[in-house]
């Protein structure tokens, strides 16, 4: 296993956002992958060279030669784009430049693996141990983009589970005022501001995951409070207006 470079992952800095400055923890961006991608690969009839496959599939420097039929039953995006293509038996598709900008090939490669198996364990097995917010948030944006309503409903579950898991962890007893927010907890709350930020800022707006992100920060308020970060956080027309939406007047 290895650790893709943090670089590679969706960026959360938007130009002139003071608050997507946010310092995020280890914890924001680590995409863990297979190395050895024949591994799977060769099981899931997904590779390079597979002599089933009839589509081959584009994405910047890298090409998979996968089976479109699994393609377009699983994701609405890869039905409209091997539709438009020839008729023959070999389909050749190639992902929009501006979408393998925003995120790694590596990420990509996860996202084949999942239309192949369609596994929630999968999801939770092959990512993060445990999401962080910001995880959640991009990979939701890049599953609407290839329209896989099934992972974007795993990406929602996943922050209401993550909110209740870091209250139970970090919730049960409140820290005097005079300690710090322990390292642990702030990685996850700035990993949880950064993906407020990249949902307003950086994709384009989704009712649901703006639903799901101002309960989990109606539910972390308390602690978010606490953070030194989330000044800096509200002191910017998103976090003003997320402070707001949470019921956060005062500050």
């Given amino acids: 296993m290895s ?17 997507a400055t946010i310092e995020a923890g280890k914890i924001d961006r680590r995409l863990v992958v297979h190395v050895d991608q024949h591994r799977w690969s060769d099981h899931w009839g997904c590779w390079w060279d597979n002599p089933k496959g009839d589509t081959t599939i584009e994405y910047g420097k890298q090409q998979w030669k996968v089976d479109g039929f699994i ?17 023959d038996d070999n389909h050749h598709v190639v992902i929009p430049s501006h979408f393998c900008k925003n995120a790694s090939p590596q990420l990509f490669h996860a996202i084949l693996r999942f239309i192949y198996t369609s596994s929630r364990k999968f999801v939770q097995k092959f990512f993060e141990d445990v ?22 409903e795993v990406m929602l579950a996943n922050i209401k589970r993550h909110t209740k898991l870091i209250l139970s962890v970090f919730g049960a ?17 700035v ?28 539910m972390l308020r308390a602690r978010l409070l606490e953070l030194p970060d989330f000044r800096h956080f509200v002191a910017t027309k998103v976090g003003k207006d997320f402070a707001r939406a949470i019921g956060i007047r005062d500050l």
């Fill in 3 to 19: 650790i893709a470079n943090r670089n590679d992952f969706p960026s959360d800095k938007t130009p002139n956002n003071k608050a």
């Fill in 191 to 218: 990993s949880f501001l950064n993906g407020v930020i990249a949902a307003e800022t950086q994709h384009g707006w989704s009712a649901r995951l703006q639903r799901e992100l101002y309960d989990a920060g109606d």
């Fill in 131 to 152: 999401l962080s917010f910001l995880s959640c948030v991009e990979i939701f944006f890049i599953e609407d983009f290839f329209d896989i309503n099934s992972l974007k």
């Fill in 173 to 189: 007893n409140r820290r005097p005022l005079h300690e710090k927010v322990p390292s642990e907890e702030k990685d996850h709350l």
């Fill in 71 to 87: 393609l377009r039953r699983q994701s609405g995006w890869f039905r409209g784009a091997l539709s438009d293509s020839n008729n």
